[in-house]
């Protein structure tokens, strides 16, 4: 029998794994359910509420007592398909003597499954006031049975209160959302005298450890395999002592050391199927490498000779680049390697005083800062409970436990005390010039109902609205004045004119908090550069909880600030923030290895990865397991092959960094709409959700766009209403729905000089306050009717990466609809449409496409000198990629470079792919961001390349069609 224990005290509570071993003899018992009625058990777990994503039924399979086990079938696509006892019964309430829970969970798959676990007592409120075991939860381990048994002597909400035994109100339990429906049989679940059996804790094992007796034909491999490893490092040295450059073979050699010497598998994998995959890539790798090496020593390949990283203090700032004498340098380095890794990764180029708060999570304890904050009520944060992010410490803070410690930025006590810690910091890297910035803050999030901030709320509001008047007929209200107001998180949502202004305001006074930190720094060294920010949050919902990122990029900060994920969405808007005219760096890339280069393509100046380490974390409350995974050196997730494509990147960076810069500097044609409005205003049932309507049909539209082979910008409302659209033939906008009137203005005077509009729904029909307007009647459109999938219900609140509530908020009557084509040049295959359904008057316009019942989906119609395509209904990512391919070619936009598929001989889809002149060459990359390879012809002005040369692998090929690998990205010489 498996054993798995955990200690059910904090939020991270760790999960541990034992060897098959006997259990004590239990104490006295108490049956919570034993499973043996099964309609009893439906009735106590609340069928209800669970019948939609668990079906219970009973069982004789796995039974571990009594004559049947429950049989629980979790259906796909449910956010947190649970079994809760909403109203725990009155003889199950006191907990108090009971030392343990146990129960048998059996797993029939080959995968392992978090099974996460809910306790509230009758003072629990939200997600922090309660005991929350899911990250991680309980490891279901592959076929077999998972005996739990929980240390519950002690209970503890995540917000560290210890909560009341004797007052047990709700248990739940239950996996996270699944792609297809799974099957576990659950039995046995009581409570027990006795304590918990302690067992001894692993939940990794190294991949290699000592000789393998019992697999001497892989005990062999190995030894063949460090043979090789001495061999290639006796080449390295002999080439160095040649002069040769030898970056490219040692990543080879490093990647074989940490295979052999450092990888880890998780306990329950299987270790010689994962060691013969390893030993496989050793030896063709190695081998290779071994060739190739030779072949450069004797002179008979040309050595590539990768450049160093240049040295910082001799960096100067150009055209939105670190350079030197106008030549941008590229960084790239990680948390954190040592050592050797210099080849691959800079050193450390920037430090931080945090100067946001003074203060971390890691660092408060003890400080001058905390034992004011003890002493001072007016320094604690006024009506909110959710989650700080990293201004000090809240219930839920990754790695470090403790009171929570919450901070009004606004007190005055506040920022002087924060000011004087930034002070005395900053003189410490005073003069330094070995350091390109100070990084102020990141990964914040803010909100404060203190009276500071009522007041400030006010002044905000009396220069935002002409008198009281105006201001109730923005917000529906009938106030008597501005002294009226008052603010509480529930208040704030009486409207949605007022919550929009409380949100806007909530981002301009963080800005300006961001604003002040900066000028603590430069009080101190005015030449000193400054970054930070909350860009992690920019596509969110929660972004009202952020700084308003176009005053803190574009004005406040003297560097754009990214931390990304897989896609380029973050460079891009930080990009348009800033103008293009600062170094955007990303401190904390969290992205797929295969995204790491188009970041530099795409406009970044540097990237500091998570994460790279050679050993295992072994701090307290750190998720091992998680951060075992996440650590690229090490991990069973990350491919040998990925983790040298890394390293190679790193290089290529580096050696292309003019080609690379060029694309990152490159004009616009495209521009997609990111509506600020739009993005705050939500209704209150998405406040907190991951995505709105607008940002969710946003990414949509420009991962499309990203496949039309030209340039792509983003275009902020402010940008719109300031005019500066030059150089944009076309401006796509997704279900902006609500936008400031300057702004739409410019948009009808976009379409009426001669541009052309791309609208998907619901875009352009109110104004920021909600205010329902004509916008598109000025076009010739007229939307009579909107038909909206309804929001069904509100999930449970939990957090994700961004450290930030994220209600899962699930549709119902969400409709499908195939499309009718009438125009045929606008799609060859079948286009789908999902969402929201508008029926429109458009009198003048031709229908590109149709619904079944002959109502139009895809129109198009001129006003002024311009085009307007507008969709009725949001398309699906292919459809949507189709429509955008047709509309960019009806409006002029140049294409002379287009990437085909070989074998349709139509545009690529899921292939980017940009070309412009270097020195007088045409230089181009294309990026597959798919997992198979894809064969491509290259064309240029309608006719296939005469000769392609891939600059990375300096390799030549004749004709105009190349093989990309999966997730890889080729630079490219086009004749």
């Avoid at 295979?259 to 050793?282: G, N, Q, S, Y």
């Avoid at 500071?452 to 002409?466: E, G, I, M, V």
């Avoid at 990437?899 to 690529?908: I, N, S, W």
């Avoid at 961001?929 to 290259?938: E, F, M, N």
């Amino acid at each position: 029998m498996n054993k798995i224990i955990f200690l059910l005290v904090l939020v991270f509570a760790l999960p541990v794994f034992s060897q098959e071993k006997k259990t004590e003899e239990p104490g006295e018992i108490k049956i919570i359910d034993d499973f043996e009625d099964i309609n009893a058990s439906k009735a106590l777990w609340n069928p209800k509420e669970s019948d939609a994503s668990i079906e219970m039924e009973a069982s004789k399979e796995h039974v571990t007592q009594g004559k049947n086990s429950a049989k629980l079938t979790f259906r796909k696509g449910v956010k947190y398909p649970w079994m809760k006892i909403l109203e725990v019964p009155v003889d199950l309430k006191d907990w108090t003597k009971y030392k343990s829970l146990k129960f048998d969970i059996y797993n029939p798959d080959k995968d392992v499954y978090n099974w996460s676990l809910r306790l509230d007592d009758e003072k629990s409120g939200g997600y922090q006031d309660r005991m929350n075991m899911d990250d991680p939860g309980v490891l279901l381990l592959p076929e077999r049975n998972n005996h739990v048994e929980l240390d519950i002597r002690k209970i503890a909400a995540m917000n560290g209160r210890n909560m009341d035994k004797t007052k047990i109100k709700l248990f739940g339990m239950g996996l996270d959302q699944q792609k297809s429906d799974k099957v576990l049989f659950i039995d046995n679940l009581c409570l027990d005298t006795k304590k918990a059996v302690k067992m001894e804790t692993k939940m990794i094992k190294p991949l290699f450890s000592g000789v393998d007796d019992q697999d001497p034909e892989l005990g062999k491999r190995r030894d063949e395999a460090e043979k090789n490893m001495k061999e290639l490092k006796g080449l390295i040295e002999k080439a160095q002592e040649k002069n040769l450059n030898t970056s490219y073979y040692e990543i080879y050699s490093l990647v074989a050391e940490l295979a052999i010497k450092k990888r880890i598998i998780p306990v329950w994998f299987d270790k010689k199927k994962e060691r013969t995959v390893v030993l496989d890539w050793l030896d063709k790798n190695l081998k290779t490498a071994i060739s190739d090496i030779k072949d450069e020593i004797i002179g008979k390949k040309v050595n590539t000779r990768y450049p160093g990283y240049a040295p910082i203090e001799q960096l100067t700032l150009k055209d939105g680049y670190f350079g030197i004498d106008g030549e941008p340098k590229l960084f790239f380095a990680a948390a954190s390697p040592k050592g050797k890794l210099k080849t691959f990764f800079a050193k450390d180029y920037y430090y931080t005083t945090q100067a946001i708060a003074g203060r971390t999570r890691y660092n408060v304890d003890g400080s001058d800062l905390l034992k004011a904050y003890e002493r001072t009520p007016e320094m604690h944060r006024v009506g909110w409970k959710g989650f700080c992010g990293h201004i000090i410490r809240d219930g839920s803070s990754f790695s470090v436990k403790g009171p929570e410690i919450v901070l009004c930025l606004e007190s005055p006590k506040t920022k002087e005390i924060v000011r004087k810690i930034v002070v005395e910091e900053e003189k410490k890297y005073k003069g330094k010039d070995n350091y390109l910035m100070d990084a102020i803050g990141w990964e914040l999030s803010y909100v404060c109902f203190c009276d500071f901030t009522l007041a400030q709320f006010k002044q905000y509001l009396t220069k935002t609205h002409a008198d009281i008047a105006a201001l109730n007929t923005a917000w529906g209200s009938n106030l008597k004045s501005f002294d009226d107001v008052t603010i509480t998180m529930e208040s704030v949502q009486e409207t949605r004119g007022k919550w929009y202004d409380f949100a806007n305001f909530n981002t301009l006074r963080f800005a300006e908090l961001m604003k002040n930190a900066s000028g603590y720094v430069k009080a101190v060294d005015p030449a000193r550069l400054t970054g930070g920010g909350s860009p992690h949050l920019y596509f969110s919902s929660n972004f009202w909880k952020a700084e308003d990122g176009e005053l803190t990029q574009g004005q406040y900060m003297d560097v754009g600030w990214c931390e990304g994920g897989p896609d380029t969405l973050q460079v891009d808007l930080v990009k348009s923030f800033t103008g293009g005219k600062k170094p955007i760096f990303d401190m904390e890339y969290h992205g797929d290895i295969s995204h790491m280069f188009l970041q530099y393509l795409h406009g970044m100046n540097g990237i500091n990865m998570w994460m790279w380490a050679d050993s295992v974390a072994s701090e307290p409350n750190i998720p091992v397991l998680g951060f075992a995974a996440d650590n690229i050196a090490i991990s069973w997730e990350k491919s040998l092959d990925d983790v040298a494509k890394l390293l190679k990147d790193s290089l290529d960076i580096r050696r292309f960094s003019k080609e690379i810069t060029a694309f990152g500097r490159a004009p616009e044609e495209i521009g997609v709409v990111y509506s600020r409005s739009s993005t705050l205003q939500v209704p209150p049932q998405l406040i907190s959700s991951l995505f709105n309507p607008h940002i969710f049909e946003l990414r949509k539209v420009y991962e499309a766009t990203l496949e039309q082979d030209t340039f792509v910008k983003f275009v902020t409302e402010k940008q719109l209403a300031e005019g500066k659209t030059k150089g944009l033939k076309v401006i796509v906008v997704p279900a902006a729905e609500f936008v400031i009137a300057e702004a739409a203005a410019k948009l009808v005077s976009f379409v009426k000089d001669g541009g052309t509009l791309v609208v998907t729904p619901n875009s352009l029909l109110a104004d920021q306050y909600a205010g329902k307007k004509d916008y598109l009647k000025e076009l010739g459109i007229e939307v009579l009717e909107v038909k909206a999938p309804s929001i069904a219900k509100k999930g449970s609140g939990q957090s994700g990466f961004i450290q930030e509530a994220q209600d899962e908020i699930a549709y119902t009557d969400v409709k499908k609809e195939k499309l009718k084509i009438l125009d045929k040049e606008l799609s060859k295959e079948e286009l789908e449409a999902v969402g929201v359904r508008q029926t429109i008057k458009a009198p003048s316009a031709k229908v590109l496409a149709g619904f079944e019942d002959g109502t139009p989906a895809i129109i198009s119609l001129s006003s002024g000198k311009g085009n307007i395509f507008y969709l009725t209904m949001p398309l699906n990512d292919k459809s949507m990629w189709k429509v955008l391919n047709y509309a960019f070619t009806k409006s002029g936009v140049e294409r002379g470079f287009r990437v085909k598929d070989v074998l349709t001989g139509e545009p690529a889809y899921k292939v980017e792919a940009r070309m412009l002149s270097v020195g007088g060459k045409n230089i181009a990359y294309v990026f597959n961001d798919s997992k198979a390879a894809a064969q491509l012809r290259i064309e240029v002005n309608g006719k296939p390349a005469v000769s392609l040369f891939e600059k990375r692998t300096d390799q030549n090929v004749q004709g105009g069609v190349i093989t990309v690998p999966g997730g890889e990205t080729y630079l490219l010489e086009v004749k």
